[in-house]
Every structure is written in C-alpha cells, then in structure tokens.
C-alpha cells in the first residue's frame, strides 16, 4: 500500500490526485492522534512526523470548520497578480523588543505595542498594523516544518510576525476577534548560509528551555530577519493556533531567508514541557494545510519562469 502512494512529483502536480492521497494517507494514519498535514508531497521523511498531540489541540479539535482557514499549500501557477498590490511598508523599532518566551508550543519574541512606533502598512493593508510579537514553526528533521507550503514544497522551518490594525481596535485581543483585525507576515526558512541576526535568538534559547520560561532580549529589530526582495502572495486566513480565528491578512513573502542547520537544531533544543515534567522536545509544532476552499492567492509580483522553490 505505501509503494502506491510512492509517486513522481509530475504526477502529484496533476489535478485531484491530492485528495486521493490525503484519503489513502488518511486511513493510513487512523493509529495516530497527531493531526498530521495531508500533504501531497509523501516522502518516508514526513512518515516519521508522527507525534502524540499537542496539548494545544486537545480542547481546540483539528477541524474548526471555518472557511478561510490556515495555513494553506500556495499554488504559483494559480496566484494571480494584482497590479493595484502596494508595496508593504515596514518600519519596526528595535527599542520596542521586550522579550523572549517560550510558549509550550513554540518561542515567541514579543514587542511594546503601546504605540504607534513599530509595525505595516501599504502592500494589502488599509490600516496600520502594529508588530505585536513573532514566532517560528518547525520540524523534527530539516524536511518539514514550514506552516505555508508553495507547490507542495515545504520548507524546514517559517518565520510568523504578527501585527494586529491599530485604527481599527483598541488592543490585540480586541483585533483577534475582529474583521481584519491582524496581518501575519511569513517568512520561510530553508537551509543555507550561517543568519547573523537570528544567533543573537538562538543564543537566548537555552535560557527559556522549558515551557513559561522568560529571557530578556533585544534591542532587537525584526527586519534582519526578512529577506531583501519583498515580493509577496496575499490571501484571507486565520491564526494557525486556537482560537484559529479567521481575522488575519496573510502576507507571505516570496522569498526565504537562509539560516544553518545548526541553529534551526537549536530550535529542537528547546521542550514543550515544563520543569519537573516529563521532556517533551518542541518540534513539529505546525498547523496542517487547510483547505483553500472559495480564496484567491494574490501575488505583488508576476510570475516568471524562476521557481527555484522545488
Ligand atoms: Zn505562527
């Protein structure tokens, strides 16, 4: 049964196969109470993404039943260009970074949203949006990891900066409920030359190996973590943890930045669990793809023959 799903790229690429291998795989992963992603790019690497679940998804359930939902598998070919995209406007200031935690599901680097100071605006956004805090997702092996994926190719790791609109709502947890409330900009990480400005994080974790555990960090200016080119794809999603709420402007950008093997390892260093409890590595903590369902991706830039993604 496994040698069947064993198929060309070529062929996944070939409309509905997908679904089939998500049933197949499905019944395949009946055993298993990790919601695993039904992804069309089968390898024996993602067979091996088997995990109990996350305490995170206990209580919240894998299926919401929304209908814009995230993250999502990018298809270039079905993205389509729109020229009236703006270009994003970042300005961040690395004096707002507070510090970092960890969550008990990832790392989470958090900023002084009080004011106006540091945040987006311009590329899909009307209003402005204030940088609240950013975060990684990524994998037990150097395979998988990456929430978003784009012609079925995922990266090892990805890079969330979210920003909740401060026109339209007093706080970030007002904006998490609300109609456009947030905009997450995605940066995809793939393996690659040592990042400088990401040591100065991964320096830090052994201070927060636990889950509650705080470190203090920064200044800090998040930009160093984007990639130069700012061409991005844009759809209406969600958050890919609970509450899942269907209130986030995804930006995600085109192209990755480049970071080690050894520092995305540093990640894998970190636990899930707490002190005293049993250690539970942190990794794997991603969302699987959700249904595209009645969205369009759109695109700031057109598409040309370079897709150095596969
Ligand atoms: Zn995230």
Not at 34 to 63: F, I, M, T, Y
């Amino acid at each position: 049964m496994l040698r069947t799903l064993m198929l060309g790229r070529s062929h996944l690429k070939t409309s509905g196969f997908p679904a089939v291998v998500r049933q197949v795989w499905g019944t395949l992963r009946q055993p298993l109470r990790r919601p695993e992603r039904p992804c069309s790019q089968v390898s024996c690497a993602q067979k091996n993404r088997r995990d109990g679940l996350h305490p995170l998804w206990k209580s919240a359930g894998s299926v919401p039943g929304g209908s814009r939902q995230s993250p999502i598998n990018i298809r270039w070919r079905d993205s389509v260009y729109d020229p009236g995209l703006q270009p994003l406007r970042i300005s961040y200031d690395a004096a707002a970074c507070l510090h970092v935690w960890n969550t008990g599901y990832l790392f989470q680097v958090e900023f002084d949203d009080a004011t106006e100071g540091s945040g987006i605006s311009g590329g899909p956004l009307e209003n402005h949006y204030r940088l609240k805090q950013f975060h990684f997702h990524w994998g037990a092996a150097n395979e998988w990891g990456s929430e978003h994926t784009v012609d079925d190719h995922v990266y090892p790791a990805e890079l969330h900066l979210v920003h909740w609109n401060s026109v339209k709502y007093r706080n970030y947890k007002e904006a998490v409920m609300g109609e456009n409330g947030l905009a997450v900009i995605g940066v995809f990480l793939k393996l690659g030359a040592h990042h400088k400005a990401l040591q100065t994080l991964v320096e830090v974790l052994p201070e927060i190996k636990h889950k509650d555990t705080w470190a203090a960090v920064g200044p800090f200016e998040p930009s160093c973590l984007l990639p130069t080119c700012r061409d991005y794809w844009t759809y209406p999603g969600s958050l890919t943890t609970p509450p899942l709420t269907e209130s986030v402007t995804w930006i995600i950008l085109k192209k990755p930045i480049e970071v080690a093997a050894s520092q995305l390892a540093e990640f894998r260093t970190l636990l899930f669990s707490a002190l005293g409890e049993e250690e539970r590595m942190m990794v794997n903590n991603y969302r699987p793809l959700q249904p595209l369902m009645n969205r369009k991706v759109r695109s700031s830039f057109q598409a040309t023959e370079e897709r150095t993604t596969s």
